[in-house]
C-alpha cells in the first residue's frame, strides 16, 4: 500500500508483505512502505499497532517471519552487521551508562564501531555541541532531566554518523519544552541529509516530524500519505467541538444529524466535522442546542486517526 514511486533500487529501505509473528501472534500483517534517500518517515499508531516490530526489524535487531526487507539495499538476514554499521537507533528507553559522564557515554559508544579514541573524542565534543550539552560534558548522567538524557541518547546514536536514523518514540515523556528541543536537533539532521524513520503515538510530533507517514493499526497498515494529505483525504477542513453540560450529550441521539459531512462522539465532546465550521455551530443553535464550550478549529492528523480506528491514541 503505497503511493511513493521507490522502487527497490532507489529506497533507501523497502519493504513487501513485511510480516513478524511470536508463537503464534501476528505482530506485523504483510506490509508494504519505501523510504526515500533524506525523507523524515513516520509509524503512526497506538500501542501494540506493531510500530516497535517493524523498527527492530529495520534495525536487524529481529528476524522477519515473511516477505522482503530491504536496508540501503541489503538484506538484514545476510548483511546485518553491515546495515547496523549504518544505522542509529534511538530506543524507547535511554540505556545510557548513568555511572559514567555524559562525554564518556559518546566515547565508548564510538569504541563500539572501532573509531579510534581520538576521533571518538573529537565526534562526542562535536555531538555535545550539537545536543546542547557542552557545559554537563564532565557531569555524571544519573542526574541529568529526561530532556538532557534523551538529547544524549540521540547523539550517541550519532557517534558512527549514520545514513539513517531510527527512533522509537523519541519524545515520550519530555515536557513541551524539551519536547520542542529535540524536534529542533531532528530538524537539523534532516536538513544534513539523515534519513529519519521515527514511531510516535503523538499526532502533533508527526505534524511536526514527517514528510510521510503510515498510520497502523492491529499490525496492518491503514493509509499512507504525507499528514496533509492524509488530512484531506479523511477528515474535513474544520472541526467544530462541542461540549454540553454534564448528562446532555447522552440526550442528543439524532439532534445534530445531517450538520457537517460527519459526528464523532467522544466521553467529554461532540466533534462536528465540517468544511465551514462557524456554519456548522450556527446550525447548532439554529436547533436549540446550547453547548457549555465551543472550539472550531482545523483539522489536524487525531482526526484523521479518530476516522481510521474509531478511537483515541492516546490510551
Known sequence: M??????????????????????????VDSI?????????????????????STMR???CVSPITEGTLR????????????????????????TLDEELTTRENLIIYGRYFGLPRAEAARR???????????????????????????????????????????????????????????????YRLKQRGVTLVLTTHYMDEAEQL???????????????????????????????????????QETLDGQLDGIGERIERLPDRVLVYAQDGDAALAAV???GLQPETVLVRRSSLEDVFLRLTGRSLIE
Open 285 to 287: 443553535h439554529a436547533r
Open 124 to 186: 562526542a565534543d562535536e555531538l555535545l555541541e550539537f545536543a546542547q550539552l557542552a557545559e554537563r560534558a564532565k557531569d555524571q548522567v544519573e542526574p541529568l532531566s529526561g530532556g538532557m538524557k534523551r538529547r544524549l541518547t540521540i547523539a550517541r546514536s550519532l557517534i558512527n554518523e549514520p545514513r539513517v536514523l531510527l527512533l522509537d518514540e523519541p519524545t515520550t515523556g519530555l515536557d513541551p519544552q524539551a519536547r520542542h528541543l529535540v524536534w529542533d536537533r531532528l
Open 71 to 94: 536496508v540501503m539495499g541489503l538484506d538484514p538476514h545476510r548483511d546485518g552487521s553491515r546495515i547496523r554499521a549504518q544505522l542509529g537507533v534511538v530506543p524507547q528507553r535511554d
Open 32 to 52: 508494504d512502505f519505501d523510504v526515500a534517500p533524506g525523507e523524515s518517515f513516520g509509524f503512526l499508531g497506538p500501542n501494540g499497532a506493531g510500530k516497535t
Open 210 to 248: 514527517c514528510d510521510r507517514l503510515v498510520v497502523m493499526d492491529k499490525a496492518r497498515i491503514v493509509a499512507e500519505g504525507s499528514p496533509r494529505a492524509l488530512i484531506e483525504q479523511y477528515s474535513t477542513r474544520e472541526v467544530t467541538e462541542l461540549r454540553f453540560p454534564a448528562g446532555v
Open 57 to 59: 526489524m529495520i534495525a
Open 2 to 27: 503505497t503511493d511513493h514511486p521507490e522502487s527497490a533500487d532507489s529506497s533507501l529501505i523497502h519493504a513487501r508483505g513485511l510480516t513478524k509473528r511470536y508463537a503464534g501472534f501476528t505482530a
